[in-house]
């Protein structure tokens, strides 16, 4: 039995191929795997990837990955130095609803360098997403993921709502770099 990881992301800026920055948001559910190349901090399975960028969802959809454009993901956080509500809810039309949500603390203190890997098998070979985040603030959370249990997600976590007993955690830092690369 593995770990269902999700991760949330929202971007002051999100830039791909010398096109302007525009703010977005990612949603991206996976399960914790054994790395493949033995790099990274954590490396998980990509089940799902949303971002309310289309740029990167058509770019990723180009390298196999299922991507998908939605146009409203919706964060709610504001920074209060203590315990905080977080609720991000993806809107998708004609879709269940997907939302997390709970409280978060937010940490001061640098953790040092992180890298996440997300895998996807895809038709031309094993799709790597790394991302390099070169300082990162690791804090603590207390969340809920709550979707259709008629939907796909539902279907694979046996119900509506799901949490998480092995690891949470409310990550802050002020830059990422995503590299995307392909091994046959």
Not at 56 to 69: E, N, S, W
Not at 111 to 133: I, P, Y
Not at 155 to 171: C, D, T
Request: charged share 15%; aromatic share 8%.
């Amino acid at each position: 039995m593995t770990p269902l990881v999700v991760r949330t992301s929202r971007c002051g800026g999100i830039a791909l191929g010398g096109h302007k920055a525009e703010p977005g948001a990612i949603v991206q559910i996976g399960a914790v795997i054994v790395p493949p190349d033995f790099t990274g901090d954590i490396n998980n399975y990509t089940f799902w990837y949303e971002t309310s960028d289309a740029r990167l969802a058509h770019a990723l959809q180009d390298f196999g990955v299922p991507a998908r454009h939605v146009e409203r993901i919706d964060v709610d956080f504001e920074s209060t130095g203590g315990a905080a509500l977080f609720d991000v809810t993806v809107r998708r039309p004609g879709d269940p609803r997907l939302s997390l949500e709970g409280t978060v603390v937010e940490s001061q203190a640098p953790s040092g360098s992180f890298t996440a890997n997300w895998w996807r098998q895809a038709a031309a070979g094993s799709v790597k997403m790394e991302t390099q985040v070169p300082e990162i603030m690791i804090g603590s959370a207390d969340l809920e993921l709550t979707t259709s249990p008629q939907g796909p997600l539902g279907q694979l976590i046996g119900g509506a709502l799901l949490g998480f007993p092995v690891l949470q955690q409310f990550n802050t830092f002020t830059q990422a770099a995503l590299t995307v690369t392909i091994a046959p």
